[in-house]
């Protein structure tokens, strides 16, 4: 079929070959089933050539003889096939293969996923049969009047198709999906008055964002998306200048934002450097504001081609606490994302907490389709359309890494590679990019999300657990990689703060996925490397942030001759789907019934600082808390 203009051979998962096992010799690469006597080769990750190699030793047993006709067809296939081309071509990386079926019905985050993929595969008509079927039974439903709207116009069937998205933007559809597209399915609509007319709200607003990113002690990051090739610039003053009056602040700003003028100085208003959004960057713009105050409350405002945003919430944020000063905050952390209507309310419990900033470990959005940049687009697009996050990280500063569902498929591994597979490094990385407002990332020249960053004495090192990944059942695995692994020894070593907090996308204690080789518990060598350097260097005040289980837990790691490590994992934000809870597997608690989010305290001004874990569900309720306390973290 034909997928984004190329050609892409599908596969087969396996072959199956009725043969006489009795006969055939003892093999790791295969399975033999003595009651069938049938033979079955499955390439469920990867080609491997331990199978091929056994299909020719087999041609070459006087046994086998036979055979012979059969297994010579086999060995051709393989040998022609995409599975022995795909190898070299994957580099060590599981295969990318997307669901093709919902493993569970109608969940939320897939349903419209599979169906995009229907329209980018060309089956249209069985996009068309299950977009119906679907809205038999929802019939309200805005996204898939959204989807109909694409599948219509991919038809040709223009009145039709802008009959499905009028009626979406009528059910509550944000106006700025259809302007966001993504623009390849959407452009047998660009000529259209409608999608005209709507764009023109858009010239001055932005379609998606503001969010906020990295703030420090004296900067601040923001991140946009418009409606067209524009340039964009951010402008902030403290709200002590105004007497917290809004309406004042953004009044000034609108006005007034040329840091040379005499108005400007006076009320220490501070701009960022303008910045392009292209259709490059899916016209996102990130801009940076410097030579802010430690610990002040800021308003802000944008500008698109110079001009003022027209519309404007309370745009305000927080500085933080001058780095290495002792301070008191809380974040919000956790993972598991998916796109759930419903659920998309958990923004708003979490924004009634209040956090300083708010860390997403993974499993933010759920792609699951590295080798499409419109999948990948279309699934950030629709969670950063909610007004609920939209009024989140207006003004919470966040800060990502991405797990397995952002970067690849399921409990995947990227390979050792820095450009193979092709898509790592020429979708992936650079849509991830173009979403985020994150710290610089600190892989130098070379892809990777790994970064670190400080909120008053407080360190953060944050992992990327995918890119660099290699086959956990290979020689040798590893989670990080060699580069990766040598920037968080060196930062490690360095790292002054109270307390020092490493995030993983996935969880560090071997009891949190059974016998799963996803979890540290399929890198032991390189987690012990990593503890036994703490322990090495005397690094003391560690604590360890984890996501990927749907649900929320708390851990402790016992060390001989060490400190115990406690893990705080969460990741069920918004999913629907969840894990089971394990108290029995050790956890000092485990929780599952609604969604949640983890709320942790700093409070580093105390004579022996304490870092309290509560697990809050999506109706605001604190359902566990755990009290960790920095004399609890030292070495013996």
Known sequence: SFFHGKMRIHRWDSVRVRLPCSQLPHSNSHRCSPSTQTLHFKFDVTPRMTELRYLRFLLSKPDCLSMKPILSLVLTLLLCSPVS???????GAKEPKPEMTLKRNWQSKRVHQLALRYILLGRLDDADSFLNDYLKDHPDDAETHYMLGVLRGQQGQIEQGLTHLEKAVELGL???????????????FEETEYLRETKKEFDRNAVHGPLIGNVTDNSATFWVRVANESSVRFAAAPAYMFNQNVDQAAELLKEETSQKSDRANRYKVRTSKTVQATAESDLTGVATITGLE?????????????????????????TFPKAGKPSKFSLAFGGGAGFVPENERMWDTIDSFGPRLMLLLGDNVYIDDPESPVMQQYTYHRRQSRPEWRRLTAHTPTFTIWDDHDFSVNDSWGGPHVSVPEWK?????????????????????IPGCWYSFKVGD????MLDCRYYRTDPEGDDPTMLGPEQLAWLKKTLNGLTGTFKVICSSVPWDYRTKGDSLDTWNGYKSERDTIFDFLDEHDIEGVLLFSADRHRSDAWRIDREGSYPLYEFNSSRLTNQHVHKTMEDAGALFSYNAKQSFGLVEFDTTLEDPTAIYTVINIDGERVHDLTVRRSELQMP
């Not at 081309?85 to 580099?91: C, H, Q, R, S, V």
């Not at 259809?178 to 399915?185: D, H, M, N, S």
């Open 85 to 91: 081309a795909d190898d070299e071509a994957l580099g």
């Open 174 to 188: 944000p106006a700025g999906r259809i302007v966001a597209g993504p623009r390849e399915v959407m452009q047998s």
């Open 294 to 318: 430690a610990e002040t409350e800021y308003f802000y405002r944008y500008f698109i081609d110079d001009q003022p945003s027209q519309l404007r919430g309370e745009w305000l944020f927080r």
């Open 425 to 445: 490094i020429q979708h992936s990385w650079p849509i991830f990019q173009q979403n985020w407002a994150n710290p610089p990332y600190e892989s130098s020249d």
């Open 458 to 461: 407080v360190d953060f090192v």
